[in-house]
């Protein structure tokens, strides 16, 4: 273990990453926990004093280190399970039974088929980072000139990650990522992230922009709503 510790110290960055790699493997596949833990320290430690950490890098190596355990690889299977029992869904009209279309938030947490008792083939379903209607006026234009919905019902929800934060310091976290380059700095100042502080006042807003908005057809039925996380609940707002 000494031996190959001073060899990591001789050997830089590059040796390092292979060689640590190899250290920390090495204990879990003879059974010793206490070796483990002290060789991810040994690592850490080593990683920490030879190498000054660069942050595109370092993004870089998360985005490398993700692919390994990458969700698509249960793409296949759980498909193979929702084919078995797919039925005549093959058949289901293009345009929304219902003629509703919903705009909600892109929240992992949030599955509005199931918490409304929609089913497939009865509504749209537009999300976005907060369920924001500015960003979803295009889907909502084709969505009802094209495939005939005639109501909107916009959901923000409790919890929402839009109230954590302002759009002057997302775009300063997206440039310190890449210091110095240009065109991302250019792209990201051109995007209003749209985020908001107040959860009920969002809803309320969004509700009056689609009512007065002229793209938005006129007698379109519009209703806001919060979703509580916490609860699965659901109350309307406006």
């Not at 990453?17 to 060789?39: D, E, I, Q, Y």
């Not at 000139?145 to 954590?164: P, Y």
């Not at 240009?182 to 807003?205: K, N, T």
């Amino acid at each position: 273990m000494q031996l190959l510790l001073r060899r990591l110290y001789n050997g830089g960055f590059n040796h390092l990453k292979r060689t640590s790699s190899l250290l920390c493997k090495a204990p879990r596949a003879v059974g010793h926990p206490s070796l483990t833990r002290s060789c991810s320290v040994a690592a850490a430690k080593l990683s920490s004093e030879d190498a000054t950490p660069d942050p595109a890098h370092e993004l870089q190596r998360h985005q490398h280190h993700d692919s390994h355990m990458s969700a698509y690889q249960d793409f296949a299977k759980a498909n193979d399970e929702y084919v078995a029992t797919f039925g005549d869904k093959g058949n289901l009209p293009l345009p929304p039974s219902k003629k509703l279309l919903i705009v909600t938030c892109m929240d992992a947490r949030l599955n509005p088929y199931a918490y409304l008792g929609i089913k497939e083939g009865e509504a749209h379903i537009v999300r976005n980072a907060g369920g924001v209607a500015k960003e979803a006026l295009r889907s909502i234009v084709i969505s009802q000139r094209l495939l005939g919905t005639r109501e909107i019902a916009v959901f923000h929800h409790t919890g929402c990650g839009m109230v954590t934060f302002d759009t002057p310091k997302l775009r300063a976290l997206v440039k310190e990522s890449d210091p110095g380059n240009e065109a991302l700095a250019g792209a990201v100042d051109e995007i209003d992230f749209l985020e908001f502080q107040s959860l009920e006042d969002s809803v309320r807003e969004d509700v009056k922009f689609l009512q007065e908005n002229p793209l938005v057809l006129p007698g379109t039925k519009v209703t806001g709503w919060v979703y509580e996380v916490e609860t699965g609940k659901i109350h309307r707002i406006v």
